[in-house]
């Protein structure tokens, strides 16, 4: 590298290094990008240190501007457009990153218009043979434009909304939603097409296809993006197909194979009690035993132990599980719960927090423990001699179920 170079690097700290792929002002964040710029089209330490070089210069450009000291943003401004006129290939190759970059600054800011502009310069450079990986880069300069083209279809929208469908303005409105969005698709189609993780790009351009209708495209996409091999897992794709299909009142049956991926890929999702709740009504007995297996692995995550909705259908299901004779199945889940689960949910620390944060909570608990535990557990023990005039009702119910309902040895 070059004196100047170097010490652009140098100076350049590891926090706006960071820093330069994160931009919250636009509710936008990116932090899976600069590790991908900085490995297409480099290979080697020259190739590294040009893009740790533009890099640099381009934080000191923002620092610059954003305190207003105009005279020092054009000198590193000049210094980085020599960069780019540099006649290594390898360096003009790389153009389009730091084009990328610079556009991704621009929109953290707001500034709209000239981010368009610099994708639109950086979409159109062209020096020496493009390799794959410059191939992969060009369609994402293209998808940015795309989700600049979706902000302003989306605000069209939205005005479109407050219009009378007799008006003038509304037609006007309407053809400038038909413009965008052909740019738009244009824009969106191939990037998600290649294999990667595109969710922003997948869920703009299911919108529009589902705003005209075009619901067969959105199923097509939304599938490939979830079940297509090529493709990285990724929970999302999931939740959209999911989300989708359940806006068309898709079979019960097809909602529930999307969800069961979900599940052995996130078994503590929120979407996990929608899950049980449509198990549930299932004709299958392997659907309703899965149930029960469902509930179970949302509370062995600390994060859903306070979740009083997974309680309340847990201590309803248990019931309702037992009262059909299917024993085996809470046996099953519980013996590989057994040694942990009451230091986890039922002991007595929990009890007397429970109690005072959320009574609710702690009876819906305390019915599960004494149908588990027996009604020595420390748990149900506590929550049963609570004297509280509101639940008085409720705490006998709860000790007359785990009387008739307790899987627990007599006398444990």
């Given amino acids: ?95 389009p990153e730091i084009s990328l970059q610079h556009a991704l600054y621009l929109l953290h800011h707001g500034m709209f218009e000239d981010a368009n502009r610099n994708l639109s310069h950086a979409e159109t450079w062209r020096y020496g043979e493009k390799s794959a990986s410059q191939e992969v880069l060009i369609n994402l300069i293209q998808a940015y434009k795309g989700l600049l083209q979706y902000y302003t279809w989306s605000k069209n929208k939205m005005e479109l909304s407050r219009l009378d469908k007799e008006d003038y303005a509304y037609n006007t409105a309407f053809q400038n939603m038909l413009n965008h969005s052909g740019k738009m698709s244009v824009n969106l189609c191939t990037l998600i097409q290649t294999p990667g993780v595109w969710d922003p790009f997948v869920k703009s351009y299911v919108e529009m296809l589902e705003f005209y209708g075009d619901r067969d495209e959105a199923r097509e996409v939304l599938t490939n993006y979830a079940y297509d091999e090529k493709f990285p897992s990724n929970p999302n ?45 299932s004709d299958k007995e392997d659907h309703r035993k899965l149930a029960l297996e469902v509930l179970f692995g949302v509370l062995d995550f600390a994060g859903c132990t306070k979740n009083i909705t997974a309680w309340k259908y847990l ?53 599960v423990a004494g149908i588990l535990l027996g009604k020595g557990c420390r748990y149900f023990r506590y929550i049963s001699k609570q004297d509280d005039q509101v639940i008085k009702k409720k705490i006998k119910r709860i000790k007359k179920s785990v009387k008739k309902y307790s899987i627990a040895n007599p006398g444990l």
């Fill in 315 to 367: 201590a309803k299901y248990l019931r309702q599980t037992l009262m059909e004779n299917h024993l085996a199945w809470v046996q099953e889940e519980w013996n590989s719960r057994k040694n942990w689960w009451p230091g986890f949910h039922f002991s007595f620390f929990w009890a007397k927090t429970n109690w005072k944060e959320d009574k609710a909570l702690a009876c819906e608990k305390a019915l």
């Fill in 237 to 281: 794709a999931h939740i959209y197909l999911y989300n989708f299909l359940k806006r068309e009142k898709a079979p019960r049956e097809k909602l529930i194979s999307v969800l069961k991926i979900l599940y052995q890929i996130v078994p503590s999702h929120k979407l996990m009690l929608e899950f049980h709740r449509l198990l549930r009504k």
């Fill in 1 to 95: 590298m070059s004196d100047f170079s170097e010490e652009l690097v140098r100076s350049k700290t590891e926090d706006e290094q960071e820093e330069s792929c994160m931009f919250s002002g636009t509710g936008m964040s990116f932090p899976w990008l600069q590790k991908h710029i900085e490995t297409v089209a480099t290979g080697g330490k020259k190739e590294k240190d040009f893009a740790q070089t533009t890099s640099a210069c381009l934080s000191f450009i923002q620092e610059a501007l954003l305190k207003h000291q105009w005279q020092q943003a054009a000198e590193y401004m000049h210094s980085y457009f020599q960069i780019l006129e540099d006649s290594d290939s390898y360096k003009r190759q790389a153009a």
